[in-house]
């Protein structure tokens, strides 16, 4: 939830949290404005990423959902439609809503 830790601690997080597996996500309003950020989602790797917005307000949720897949499609390289179907599987499993669909 909008983590802001340091890529040095997503190990140590990872670590003691095993056999469960570690899901990170990133608050455009929170997190983009680090210079950290960038580095930290390329260490936590897309398969433990999901989006997020923090907003309380819906009118400006996909807005914000589109500059989370933005900033991680820059950040990690990736092609945006690739971090939302990515990002989407990962959040069925982290709800327990998994399909055979990818």
């Not at 997190?31 to 917005?53: C, M, Q, Y």
């Amino acid at each position: 939830h909008a983590f802001g830790g340091k890529a040095s601690v997503v190990d140590q997080l990872n670590a003691a949290c095993r056999p469960a597996k570690v899901y990170y996500g990133f608050a455009p309003f929170a997190n983009f404005r680090s210079p950290k950020t960038a580095d930290v989602a390329r260490k936590i790797g897309i398969d433990r990423l999901v989006l997020e917005t923090d907003y309380e307000n819906y009118l400006d949720v996909r807005q914000q959902l589109e500059l989370n897949v933005l900033f991680l499609a820059k950040a990690l390289d990736m092609d945006p439609l690739e971090v939302m179907k990515t990002t989407r599987m990962n959040a069925m499993h982290l709800y327990g809503t998994q399909t055979n669909q990818r």
